[in-house]
């Protein structure tokens, strides 16, 4: 079975600067890697995945990730991130028989 | 495209009772279903996957008896917890996949129980 490890449960980060979000995953067959962000009382929204090909993947809102299988990673990444980054941030892996499993998540907090 | 929905957002029951929580993929036909439960400042834990006119798979340490599941239809989904407790208060997630190999699942926005 698949797993996630976010490394970092909280980023905090000032406006405008760059910020990376570490994501390693563990599996034995072929995987599918997902970025989700999650406000405040609400449901996820998908960033950004990697099914197949290019192992850089752009994103929604200026994020993109990595895909690096020597290194069972896929962390996110951002430029100049802005206040409105601030929130919970879920690296998810599945596998062939869409069963999901998610990271305990990283707390990004961008200050001003 | 791909808008899940999930009714009520927020719900408040009295422990005891059973409430039950939809779960609705509005523009596309959801061959499974995945019920997921969110503790604050925690991450999802899946509950049960569930395909249409089957019955639900649940994860292990979920009680059936408790959380029934219910995918009448490729597009609705309904979760009862049943005799709830101040303990089932939680954050319920639903999601929704499309037949075939998309691997992606489309996340409801949640309903927040509260169990008094």
């Known amino acids: 079975a698949q797993s996630v490890t976010q490394l970092d449960s909280q980023v905090p980060v000032f406006e405008e600067a760059p910020v990376e979000l570490r994501c390693n995953y563990s599996?034995?067959?072929?995987?599918?890697l997902f970025w989700y962000v999650q406000y405040p009382n609400q449901g996820l929204q998908l960033l950004l995945k990697y099914l197949s090909g290019s192992t850089l993947v752009k994103g929604i809102n200026g994020f993109e990730a990595e895909f690096n299988k020597s290194q069972t990673s896929f962390h996110l990444r951002k430029p100049s991130v802005h206040i409105s980054d601030t929130a919970e941030y879920f690296c998810?892996?599945?596998?062939?028989?869409?069963?999901?499993?998610f990271g305990a998540g990283t707390r990004l907090t961008v200050k001003p | 495209g791909a808008v899940v929905s999930q009714h009520p957002s927020r719900v408040i029951c009295k422990s005891g009772t059973s409430v039950k929580i939809e779960c609705r993929s509005l523009d596309f036909q959801a061959t499974t279903m995945f019920w997921y439960r969110q503790f604050p400042k925690q991450s999802l834990m899946l509950m049960a996957t569930?395909?249409?006119?089957?019955?639900?798979?649940?994860e292990q340490g979920v009680e059936k008896d408790k959380f029934l599941i219910n995918h009448a239809s490729l597009t609705l989904s309904t979760l009862t917890v049943t005799s709830a407790h101040p303990e089932d208060s939680s954050f319920y997630i639903c999601?929704?996949?499309?037949?075939?190999?998309?691997?992606?699942?489309?996340f409801g926005p949640g309903t927040r129980l509260t169990v008094t």
């Open positions: 599996s034995s067959v072929s995987v599918y």
């Open positions: 999601s929704a996949s499309e037949s075939g190999p998309s691997y992606e699942q489309y």
């Open positions: 998810a892996v599945t596998g062939r028989d869409n069963d999901m499993r």
């Open positions: 569930s395909n249409e006119g089957s019955k639900a798979t649940y």
